[in-house]
């Protein structure tokens, strides 16, 4: 089997590893890929959505799977193109994938089918949000579209409300679109992925991500910090809640509503004092989720998904390991602001049992490795006891080195429930 992976992260770095450990190890291509993945997966010599089109069929791709989602929304959208080329696409097609890129639609589809969300109004002017918020803070401010993990504000106050409103709204940072302005609900919060095909669901190990750069949940927001997967992570009460309450009607939304979906939905969840609400969908696994719960699945992962995209979900190709995975998240100088490349990686070697998946890494001519973006690696452990993960995860995150080096010390440790 012939199967290509699109995106370049840690998360397309752990999913790329889980497909090459299936039993009947597929060949593997990757786009774009990043220097770690092409160890495992071949590049493919294509410059955006239109030539990997076309590249696709030439190339006797039997399957593709989506990691990062702005490629289901770019230009015909991947899985549209796939379809028309007759290739198994794992994720959603356009239509589908409005469920992430816009959370005006995805508050529409939420409401429309009576799944638990907080309530929204979307304003289009700054003096239309402000009086909508009418000083009830904490307020949550959302832009409509993609923003690349920019687009939402927690607002204690008015002048934080002001400033996102005048930034997104009056200067418009992200362009054209509408901002959400939504009741600020409270919780701790799990990302619960389930992979759709039409009206079935397979829910696969819960997570939840450390979202914030500093030990003890402090300082600015980040693309994640770190991750803990455990099927233990939420009491079986609540897990059968989030599903009876939100999966089952999302998945029976989609059908009514006639949007397609085959591939990873991930489902952001806020667990508030009355019950599990949903705070945002997302058409894909999560990063770093995705590398803490990949080690904890065991099976066929490609057979799962090929099947999945032809329209079967093969439950029995999958089974989840009950104990324990942590990630732990090694990022550059400078992150989140920016990020500082060139700077020599020493240690990699030397991870013993755990794994350690490249998320911003550059091979040099001599072989060394060096730091390439933010996230720069995610060393991840899996034991039967979240102590014993703990321990593993950040012992071998304590082997590697490079000038900067920022990570938490409580991932996996600081816990909520
Ligand atoms: P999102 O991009 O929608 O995932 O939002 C980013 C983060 O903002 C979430 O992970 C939450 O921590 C926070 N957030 C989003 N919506 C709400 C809400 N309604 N109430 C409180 N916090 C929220
Ligand atoms: N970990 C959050 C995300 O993947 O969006």
């Known amino acids: 089997m012939r199967i290509l992976v699109v995106g370049k992260g840690g998360r397309e770095h752990a999913l790329v590893r889980a497909l090459a450990e299936s039993p009947e190890p597929p060949e593997l291509f990757c786009f774009p890929g990043s220097d770690a993945i092409f160890e495992l997966a071949q590049p493919v010599p294509a410059s955006g959505l ?5 590249w696709m069929p030439s190339h006797a791709i039997d399957l593709c799977i989506a990691g990062e989602e702005s490629y289901l929304v770019t230009g015909e959208g991947l899985a549209n193109g796939c379809a028309k080329a007759g290739i198994p696409c794992w994720g959603p097609p356009k239509e589908s994938a409005q469920l992430e890129a816009s959370k005006e639609f995805a508050k529409g589809f939420l409401l429309r089918n009576g799944i638990p969300t907080a309530r929204a109004t979307a304003c289009g002017t700054f003096d239309e949000a402000l009086a909508t918020i009418a000083d009830e803070y904490p307020t949550v401010l959302k832009f409509d579209g993609l923003a690349a993990g920019k687009g939402v504000a927690v607002c204690p106050d008015a002048a934080s409300a002001r400033e996102f409103l005048e930034e997104v709204l009056v200067r418009r940072r992200f362009g054209a679109g509408r901002v959400l302005v939504e009741q600020c609900l409270t919780g701790p ?3 619960v992925f389930a992979a759709i095909v039409d009206e079935t669901y397979l829910i696969f190990t819960p997570a ?6 500093g030990d003890g949940d402090c ?7 770190g991750a803990v997967a455990s099927r233990q992570l939420v009491s079986p009460e609540t897990l059968s809640r989030i599903e009876t ?7 029976a939304g989609l059908c009514r509503e006639g949007l397609p979906y085959r591939g990873f939905l991930y489902f952001g969840i806020m667990l508030t004092p009355s019950g599990p609400q949903v705070i945002e969908y997302n058409c894909r696994f999560g990063d770093p989720e995705c590398q803490a719960v990949m080690p904890l699945v065991r099976g ?11 329209g079967q979900l093969r439950r029995d190709l999958l089974a989840f390991d009950d104990g324990w995975s942590v990630c732990v998240i090694l990022a550059s100088a400078g992150y989140p602001n920016s990020a500082h490349s060139g700077e020599r990686i020493a240690g990699l070697g030397t991870a013993g049992s755990a794994r350690i998946y490249h998320a911003g890494t550059r091979q040099t001519a001599a072989g060394d490795w060096e730091t390439h973006g933010g996230r720069v690696l995610a060393v991840v452990a899996s034991a039967v006891t979240r102590a014993e993960a703990v321990a593993q995860a950040h012992a071998a995150a304590d082997l590697i080195h490079f000038e900067g080096l920022q990570r938490r010390r409580d ?4 816990h909520f429930t």
């Open 245 to 251: 309450e939100i999966v089952q009607p999302t998945v």
């Open 208 to 213: 939840r991500d450390y979202k914030r750069i």
């Open 219 to 225: 300082g600015p927001n980040t693309g994640g910090m």
């Open 411 to 414: 991932i996996g440790i600081l």
């Open 50 to 54: 239109e030539s990997l089109l076309e």
């Open 189 to 191: 919060e799990v990302s």
């Open 300 to 310: 066929d992962l490609a057979g799962f998904c090929l099947a999945g995209a032809q």
